[in-house]
């Protein structure tokens, strides 16, 4: 079974290349033609990435990202989700890649079958990084304004947060 799914990607792209020729599509031009696109979306998405991570970072190093997780704190153990997953929410509607980062952190602190260890696991997948996603789909699409999108996918993390951590202490504890 094990070299099923490693054969998996090559025999869908041998699957994808033999339809094209069916098809009579001359599918390198179409590869190369699609990469090119690829490449104009990213040119436009660019600045707006740069200033997401830069602001990602700047609340990092700031401090600032400490204070409104000590701020916040009584609020989440009211709600049963544990402090020390502030960070996470915090970054993670900003940034994949330092969630990622938190959400790792945190693993190797507490460990992998810890309730802290299992609710970040479990929020890293239940939720998405809304301003990433947003600025980059928007972007590419050319909408300026989002209307209710940013709001919608605020309180879809928010949902996602709070099942995170009810989950996790059902199924595990």
């Known amino acids: ?13 041998c699957v994808v290349a033999l339809w ?6 001359d599918v390198y031009s179409a590869l190369a033609s699609g990469a090119g696109e690829g490449l104009k979306i990213i ?11 830069t602001a ?7 401090g600032t990202l400490d204070l409104m997780s000590k701020a916040l704190s009584p609020a989440l153990t009211r709600l049963g989700i544990p ?16 969630a990622l980062g938190v959400g790792a952190e945190l693993i190797s602190t507490y460990g992998p079958d810890s309730l ?10 239940s939720t998405e990084t809304t301003f990433y ?7 590419a699409a050319g909408v300026s304004k989002t209307r209710y999108a940013i709001p919608a996918a605020l309180c879809a993390d928010i949902a996602g947060f709070l099942a995170a951590s009810w989950a996790v202490k059902l199924w595990f504890y």
């Open 43 to 53: 040119i436009k998405i660019f600045p707006a990435l740069v200033g997401l991570l």
């Open 133 to 139: 996603t947003i600025a980059v789909y928007f972007g």
């Open 1 to 13: 079974m094990e070299s099923f799914f490693t054969m998996l990607v090559p025999l869908i792209l």
């Open 56 to 62: 990602v970072y700047m609340l990092r190093a700031s």
């Open 83 to 98: 402090p020390e997953t502030i960070g996470l929410m915090l970054i993670r509607p900003i940034s994949g890649s330092g």
């Open 116 to 125: 802290i260890g299992r609710t970040a696991a479990v929020m890293l997948g």
């Open 20 to 25: 094209g020729i069916l098809q009579r599509t």
